[in-house]
C-alpha cells in the first residue's frame, strides 16, 4: 500500500494537472472550424461572388443544371452528410459513392458546376473553400435562379475522407418505395414527415428517366396497362414518351410537366390531379400522414417556399465534417491523400 506522503504528493499531481488539461481541451475546441455565412469573408472574400458567376453561367448555358444540382446535393447530405463524398471518383481499388446503382443516374451538370467553381476558387484562394461547401452554396443560387427561396447557407465544411459506394444502399429512398418507407429514411436523419414532403417539392423542376417509372405506365396489371393514380390521359402520353426507353436508356420526361422550368408550387396540384410522374409522387397525396401538407403547399406558395426554405437550411448542416474528421480537398473528385 503506497504511504501517505506518496497520496498526497499523486493528488497535488492530479490537481495541478487537471486544469491544464481542461484548459488544453478548450483550446482544442476553440481552434475547431466552426459554420458560419461568414466563414470565407478574410481568407477568400470574392467566394460568393466567384460561385454566384459560375452558377449563372452554367444555368444559362446548361438549363437543367439547377435540377441536377438540387439532386446531387440531396444525395449527397442523406449518405453520411454533407461532405462532398459523393463527387469523389472510383478507383481500381475503391467504388465510390457516385457508383451506386442509384448514384449512377445523377446529371453530370450537377458535377460540372461544382468543378468549375472549385477550379475558379483554386485560382483565387487555394486550398481554401471546400467542395462541400461550393456544393450547398451552388445549390441554393440555382434554386434561387429558378424562382425558389432564398436562403442562407452557413459554411464551413470540410470534405469527406472517403467515399464507398457500399454505404448509399438504404440511404437514400427509391421512386418505388411505399410512403411509410421513405419516411422512416427521413425520420432516421432527423426530418419530420412535413420537411419530407417540403423537400420532395425539389420535384417541381428536373427530370427522371422512363426507366424509373416504367413499371407503373406499362403492363401494370392484369386488368389496367398502368397504375389507376395517373390521370389515362397522361398515362397514355408517357407511354408514348417511354416507348423506346429499353433502347434508349436516356430518355426522360420533366417532372412537373405544366411548368417544367420554374420552382413553384405546381408540383403538389399536379400530384392531386394525376400527373406525378413517380409512384412516390402519387403516394403523397394518398397517404394520410402527407395527403394534409400536399394540400396546403398546393394552394400556398409561400407556405412551401418557407417550409422548403428552412428544410434546406436544416439538411445543409447534415452530417457535416469539419476540423481533422474532414479536408479541403484539392480537386472535388479525388481525395487528397
Do not use: W
Amino acid at each position: 500500500m503506497a504511504s501517505p506522503l506518496l497520496q498526497l504528493l499523486a493528488l497535488s499531481a492530479l490537481v495541478l494537472l487537471t486544469p491544464a488539461s481542461a484548459a488544453g481541451g478548450k483550446r482544442r475546441q476553440q481552434r475547431q472550424p466552426y459554420l458560419s455565412t461568414a466563414y470565407y469573408r478574410r481568407t477568400c472574400p470574392k467566394f460568393e461572388q466567384i460561385v454566384q458567376d459560375t452558377t449563372t453561367n452554367k444555368q444559362i448555358s446548361s438549363p437543367t443544371t439547377a435540377a441536377a444540382a438540387l439532386r446531387l446535393f440531396f444525395h449527397d447530405c442523406f449518405v453520411g452528410g454533407c461532405d462532398a463524398s459523393v463527387l469523389v471518383s472510383s478507383t481500381r481499388f475503391s467504388k465510390a459513392e457516385r457508383d451506386a446503382d442509384i448514384n449512377l443516374s445523377l446529371p453530370g451538370d450537377g458535377f460540372d458546376v461544382v468543378v468549375r467553381a472549385k477550379t475558379a476558387l483554386e485560382l483565387a484562394c487555394p486550398g481554401v473553400v471546400s467542395c462541400a461547401d461550393i456544393l450547398a452554396v451552388a445549390t441554393r443560387n440555382l434554386v434561387v435562379m429558378m424562382g425558389g427561396p432564398f436562403y442562407p447557407v452557413k459554411l464551413g465544411r470540410r470534405d469527406a475522407l472517403s467515399s464507398r459506394a457500399a454505404d448509399v444502399e438504404g440511404n437514400l429512398p427509391r421512386p418505388t418505395m411505399s410512403i411509410p418507407q421513405i419516411i422512416r429514411i427521413f425520420q432516421s436523419k432527423g426530418f419530420s414527415i412535413q420537411e419530407m414532403v417540403a423537400l420532395t417539392g425539389a420535384h417541381t423542376i428536373g427530370f427522371s428517366h422512363c426507366s424509373e417509372f416504367s413499371t407503373s405506365i406499362y403492363n401494370y396489371s392484369k386488368t389496367s396497362e398502368s397504375d389507376p393514380a395517373y390521370y389515362p390521359e397522361f398515362a397514355r402520353s408517357l407511354r408514348s414518351a417511354c416507348a423506346d426507353y429499353h433502347r434508349n436508356p436516356t430518355l426522360s420526361v420533366f417532372n412537373d410537366v405544366i411548368t417544367p422550368n420554374k420552382f413553384d408550387n405546381v408540383y403538389y396540384n399536379n400530384v392531386k390531379k394525376g400527373l406525378g410522374l413517380l409512384s412516390s409522387d402519387h403516394g403523397l397525396s394518398s397517404d394520410p400522414s402527407t395527403r394534409g401538407f400536399v394540400e396546403l403547399y398546393s394552394r400556398d406558395q409561400n407556405a412551401f417556399f418557407t417550409a422548403f426554405a428552412s428544410a434546406m437550411q436544416k439538411l445543409s448542416v447534415y452530417g457535416v465534417k469539419t476540423g481533422r474528421s474532414g479536408e479541403i480537398r484539392h480537386r472535388c473528385d479525388a481525395l487528397n491523400f
